[in-house]
């Protein structure tokens, strides 16, 4: 069964610092990971996805198969930036999408 | 340009009440889920459709039924509302999943059960 794990439910920052979400996933076969992320009052939309190799608001995420992880960075956080982060997964071409148990980020002036 | 609409927006039920959450999406998607969101717990697949006439159970379907007669239409049903229900839903849509496809979630469904 495929599982997503994000270990951190609240990260506190200062603007302007570095910020980094943590995503743990298991799954045997060829997943496809995302970050959603859900500002406060709005519905809840695609920031990034590994496919991609994209960088989304400044916020980047590198696959890494051998730890199973998908981590969420930007160097430089803004108080924009303060929402509900998602990290999701699927299998290639699959019909469920698993997400993680979310972090709240919070930028502080 | 709707996108996916939920209604209602907030809903309150006693015990044992029944209820159809509405999802409609017009942008002729064939896969369609309904998702639960809790504390600490993400979002939870309920069930999902990958087409019209086609239905499947997601992670956590007890207590809820679907069906899906039409592309644009996924209505979620409660058949006896549970307090442990309370929650809030969510609809998404997506062309599929899998690469290159966005999942387009509407605005969210609060539902409180007493």
């Known amino acids: 069964a495929q599982r997503v794990t994000q270990p951190e439910k609240l990260l506190s920052v200062f603007k302007g610092a570095p910020v980094e979400l943590k995503c743990n996933y298991s799954?045997?076969?060829?997943?496809?990971l995302f970050w959603y992320v859900q500002y406060s009052r709005q519905r809840l939309q695609l920031l990034l996805r590994?496919?991609s190799r994209e960088s989304i608001k400044g916020f980047t995420a590198d696959l890494n198969k051998g730890e199973t992880s998908f981590h969420l960075k930007k160097p430089f956080a803004q108080e924009e930036d303060s929402a509900m982060y998602y990290c999701?997964?699927?299998?290639?071409?699959?019909?469920?999408?698993?997400f993680g148990g979310g972090t709240r980020v919070l930028v502080k002036p | 340009n709707a996108g996916v609409t939920q209604t209602p927006k907030f809903q309150v039920l006693k015990t044992g009440q029944s209820m159809t959450l509405q999802c409609a999406q017009d942008?002729?998607?064939?896969?369609m889920s309904w998702y639960r969101q809790d504390p600490g717990m993400g979002l939870r697949l309920i069930h999902y459709?990958?087409?019209?006439?086609?239905?499947d159970q997601g992670e956590v379907p007890n207590g809820y039924n679907v069906s899906r007669s039409t592309t644009e239409d996924f209505p979620l049903r409660l058949l006896s509302a549970a307090p442990s229900q309370t929650s809030v839903y969510f609809c998404?849509?997506?062309?599929?999943?899998?690469?290159?496809?966005?999942?387009?979630f509407g605005e969210g469904s609060w539902l409180t059960v007493v």
């Open positions: 998404a849509s997506s062309r599929g999943l899998g690469s290159g496809n966005t999942i387009y």
């Open positions: 799954y045997s076969g060829s997943p496809e």
């Open positions: 590994h496919i």
């Open positions: 999701a997964l699927t299998e290639a071409a699959g019909n469920k999408l698993t």
């Open positions: 942008m002729n998607h064939e896969y």
């Open positions: 459709s990958v087409g019209a006439g086609i239905t």
